[in-house]
């Protein structure tokens, strides 16, 4: 049968970077004694409240269709939120979807196609290469230098650029290094996004989630307020990803030009889930203070205890919930060391997951218990001793 070419494009860009977790719920189902580091999924259960307010708003009849755009209160909170980092940010600079993913699959729609080039740290967030192509765009990656803290630079920005690129996929705070870009760095990535009059769409997913140090974003800078499209979501900020509650905030003349699609794709997301996030941004809770410490504490246990093993070098993140490993002084590169290690009881993404400039990583996930922590060091260690 005949299959569009965005199916066929896309018919490679998933399955094998998960089969390491699939088979690690495999292996537990069957009652297997693994510690489970391979996605981010917070550990703490979202503020009550939200349960409530959902709640309610699904008892007091908002059950029905929402606006496409977003509903009313959810549209003047994110819009709120925002103002605060740049004047003049109103409700037609904010479009709602269920979810970053949504939001950056729809976005990417929109600005790119065939022969378009997307710019894009590498390592870089698993879904982005499908992100990518869905399209017809293609990527171009960037790297992002270990010894750079795997902050993206402007030089190798600048050194990537070709005639067909459209866009910057700016990640910060970044899966999965949790490296931080700072307001200098920002500042000469931004310069070189309007020199090669480039968009940029900035995933800030993790923006609570910094442990040391500030946010930053491109976003905030008035001088690229007509290219800079910010994406984000309760997902992490409110340990909440199972609602599927995101947004994208750019130029007005972007959200007005990309409302046909986002209507044509999804005509807007749940008014009880909209409810209950605006709520959330409203509020003061407690979810991600509490995360940023569980997370920063973990990231600091397993890198204090693996850099004392040899061929293990671990980069401590500035932020978000994984930590990453050079595992390449084993003597195996990401991906061998992830399967074997799976053996041994822990289950790791490899880097390989993550781009083409991942191979000797592996990424850990923070979001489980501090003795899972102490336990998955410990088999960890063992391995690589026996190695
Ligand atoms: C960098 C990054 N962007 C986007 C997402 C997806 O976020 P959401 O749950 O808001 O769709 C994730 C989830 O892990 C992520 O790590």
Same mark, same amino acid.
């Given at each position: 049968m005949h299959y569009a070419a965005i199916t066929e494009r896309l018919?490679? $860009?998933?399955g094998a970077k998960w089969a390491i977790h699939l088979r690690c719920r495999k292996m537990k189902a069957a009652g297997a004694d693994i510690i489970e580091l391979t996605i981010g999924e917070p550990d703490q259960p979202p503020a009550p409240e939200l349960f409530e307010v959902c709640h309610q708003s699904m008892l007091s009849g908002r059950t029905g269709y929402s606006s496409g755009r977003g509903e009313a209160e959810l549209l003047e909170a994110i819009a709120a939120r925002y103002a605060k980092r740049r004047?003049?940010?109103? $409700?037609?600079n904010v479009l709602c979807f269920p979810g970053t993913q949504t939001a950056l699959f729809a976005t990417m729609m929109g600005l790119t196609g065939p022969g378009d080039g997307v710019l894009v740290g590498d =390592? %870089?967030?698993? $879904?982005y290469e499908g992100i990518i192509v869905a399209s017809g765009a293609h990527r171009q990656s960037v790297p992002l230098r270990a010894e750079n803290g795997f902050r993206l630079t402007a030089e190798d920005l600048e050194a990537s650029i070709t005639p067909s690129s459209r866009v910057l996929l700016l @990640?910060?705070?970044? @899966? =999965? $290094?949790g490296a931080v870009l700072a307001a200098e760095d920002i500042a000469k990535i931004g310069a070189v996004c309007k020199k090669h009059d480039l968009w940029i769409v900035a995933d800030? /997913?993790?923006?609570?989630? /910094? %442990?040391?140090g500030e946010f930053a974003s491109p976003f905030d800078n008035p001088d690229l307020a007509d290219r800079v499209i910010a994406l984000s979501s309760i997902s992490k900020s409110h340990a909440a990803?199972? %609602?599927r509650s995101g947004w994208a905030v750019g130029p007005h003349e972007f959200c007005e030009k990309l409302l046909p699609f986002s209507e044509a794709m999804l %005509?807007? @997301?749940?008014p009880f889930i909209a409810d209950m996030t605006a709520y959330a941004l409203n509020s003061d809770l407690p979810t991600s203070a509490r995360m940023r410490e569980s997370y920063k504490r973990r990231a600091a246990l397993f890198a204090d205890t693996l850099e004392?093993?040899?061929g293990i070098t671990p980069f401590r993140p500035q932020a978000g919930m994984f930590i990453v490993l050079d595992v390449s002084g084993t003597g195996l590169d990401g991906e061998d060391f992830a399967w074997r290690l799976l053996e041994a009881g822990v289950a790791v993404m490899p880097g390989s997951s993550f781009g083409?400039?991942?191979?000797n990583l592996v990424r850990l996930s923070l979001t489980v218990p501090d003795e899972s922590v102490v336990e998955a060091c410990s088999r960890i260690t063992r391995f690589v001793e026996s190695i």
């Amino acid at each position: 049968m005949h299959y569009a070419a965005i199916t066929e494009r896309l018919a490679h $860009t998933g399955g094998a970077k998960w089969a390491i977790h699939l088979r690690c719920r495999k292996m537990k189902a069957a009652g297997a004694d693994i510690i489970e580091l391979t996605i981010g999924e917070p550990d703490q259960p979202p503020a009550p409240e939200l349960f409530e307010v959902c709640h309610q708003s699904m008892l007091s009849g908002r059950t029905g269709y929402s606006s496409g755009r977003g509903e009313a209160e959810l549209l003047e909170a994110i819009a709120a939120r925002y103002a605060k980092r740049r004047d003049g940010v109103d $409700t037609d600079n904010v479009l709602c979807f269920p979810g970053t993913q949504t939001a950056l699959f729809a976005t990417m729609m929109g600005l790119t196609g065939p022969g378009d080039g997307v710019l894009v740290g590498d =390592p %870089f967030y698993a $879904t982005y290469e499908g992100i990518i192509v869905a399209s017809g765009a293609h990527r171009q990656s960037v790297p992002l230098r270990a010894e750079n803290g795997f902050r993206l630079t402007a030089e190798d920005l600048e050194a990537s650029i070709t005639p067909s690129s459209r866009v910057l996929l700016l @990640n910060s705070p970044h @899966n =999965p $290094t949790g490296a931080v870009l700072a307001a200098e760095d920002i500042a000469k990535i931004g310069a070189v996004c309007k020199k090669h009059d480039l968009w940029i769409v900035a995933d800030e /997913v993790y923006e609570e989630l /910094v %442990f040391d140090g500030e946010f930053a974003s491109p976003f905030d800078n008035p001088d690229l307020a007509d290219r800079v499209i910010a994406l984000s979501s309760i997902s992490k900020s409110h340990a909440a990803p199972g %609602f599927r509650s995101g947004w994208a905030v750019g130029p007005h003349e972007f959200c007005e030009k990309l409302l046909p699609f986002s209507e044509a794709m999804l %005509f807007g @997301n749940q008014p009880f889930i909209a409810d209950m996030t605006a709520y959330a941004l409203n509020s003061d809770l407690p979810t991600s203070a509490r995360m940023r410490e569980s997370y920063k504490r973990r990231a600091a246990l397993f890198a204090d205890t693996l850099e004392k093993l040899d061929g293990i070098t671990p980069f401590r993140p500035q932020a978000g919930m994984f930590i990453v490993l050079d595992v390449s002084g084993t003597g195996l590169d990401g991906e061998d060391f992830a399967w074997r290690l799976l053996e041994a009881g822990v289950a790791v993404m490899p880097g390989s997951s993550f781009g083409d400039n991942a191979g000797n990583l592996v990424r850990l996930s923070l979001t489980v218990p501090d003795e899972s922590v102490v336990e998955a060091c410990s088999r960890i260690t063992r391995f690589v001793e026996s190695i």
